[in-house]
């Protein structure tokens, strides 16, 4: 059996005072997402690296398990977390 995989939407603002997860919200379709600030300005690929970063160290998985699925010049964002499923995922940031 494969490793699960959880996917997790997250709307990054970029160019924050402090890196910092702030909770759960929905979006336009009512789907849930996680906001998610980071100090990394959106040039060259630095404000998804350090949300892939803080998101591995937040949910205590290596960096190599998060990765960016889709979205990577949108302020909305598709990740996905090698070894979590998505009921481990939830917890672990519901937890926070």
């Known amino acids: 059996m494969a490793d699960p995989v959880a996917r997790l939407a997250v709307r990054l603002t970029p160019g924050a005072s402090a890196d910092c997860i702030e909770g759960w919200d929905v979006d336009a379709e009512g789907r849930p997402v996680l906001k998610v600030r980071v100090r990394a300005r959106p040039v060259e690929g ?7 970063k803080l998101l591995a160290k937040t949910l205590g998985v290596p960096k190599s398990a998060v990765s960016l699925e889709r979205g990577g010049q949108s302020r909305t964002k598709m990740i996905a977390v090698a070894g979590l499923t998505t009921d481990d995922l939830r917890s672990r940031l519901t937890d926070l």
């Open 46 to 52: 630095e404000a998804n690296a350090a949300l892939l």
